[in-house]
């Protein structure tokens, strides 16, 4: 258990799952009170469940159902984990959809669904955030991406204008808050083995990243001195199948 981690308060959004639910346990581990959001109240309670078990009770774990393409849940959520925690730390925007197909082809509600939460979500859920860590003296604010930012491919308009807009926008935030003692960084991760990607832990995926992966960039940023910004971190399969 981490000491730097016991007083403080986090905030997973896309929590219930996948790299989120990573992250929230590697934060319950080193002692911290730990928020996570979802959609899905049975994912939710099941990882209510594997967090409170992680932590040894569930006095300092919440889970709340929100949708934070939502300004007025983001800000809600916010509001809820300040209420009973006394405060927020650490901000890890995690919740991300996909909705692939061409252009022609995509809905203007798919488009808008990707974009509302990829990108405006993060934006809603930053700044409800930034006056409560102003309030604790800092805090970190933590955007998981994805190498699709950068590296963009057919289908995939929606989800990697989101991402490179997300990696746009971390950029700027980390340059407007850093004299507030706020540390802004992301992290861009290629194939991971999520649901969210297809195939989970389908036999030939074992190359990909694990959500562990992930979450272990996550804590050793958390972890850096307070003089120290590594403000973008990209991670990459190490042997991907050759092509």
């Known amino acids: 258990m981490e000491p730097q ?12 799952r996948g790299i989120g639910l990573a992250i929230a346990g590697d934060l319950a581990r080193a002692g911290a009170s730990v928020a996570i959001t979802g959609l899905t109240g049975a994912h939710l309670q099941t990882a209510r469940s594997s ?11 919440e889970a709340m159902q929100a949708d934070v393409s939502d300004p007025e849940q983001a800000s809600a959520l916010v509001k809820r984990v300040v209420d009973r925690f006394g405060g927020l730390d650490i901000l890890i925007n995690n919740a991300g959809v996909g909705d692939f197909a061409p252009v022609a082809d995509m809905s203007t509600d798919a488009w808008s669904r990707v974009i509302g939460t990829n990108l405006s979500g993060v934006f809603y859920c930053c700044h409800a955030s ?11 604010i933590i955007n998981i991406s994805s190498l699709a930012g950068y590296n963009a491919f057919p289908g995939g308009a929606a989800y990697c204008a989101s991402k490179a807009g997300l990696n746009a926008f971390s950029e700027v935030l980390m340059q407007e808050v850093r004299h507030d003692g706020i540390r802004v960084s992301y992290v861009m991760p290629g194939s991971v083995r ?18 562990e992966d992930v979450s272990q960039v996550v804590m050793d940023l958390l972890a850096h001195h307070a003089r120290s910004l590594p403000s973008r971190v990209e991670l990459r399969p190490s042997r991907p199948p050759r092509k």
């Open 5 to 16: 981690f016991q007083s403080k308060v986090a905030i997973v959004t896309g929590g219930s």
């Open 51 to 61: 967090l409170a078990e992680i932590a040894g009770g569930d006095a300092h774990i």
């Open 130 to 140: 930034i006056p409560e860590m102003r309030r604790r003296g800092g805090g970190w």
């Open 194 to 211: 999520t649901r969210f990607s297809g195939g989970g832990d389908d036999p030939g995926t074992e190359w990909k990243l694990a959500p």
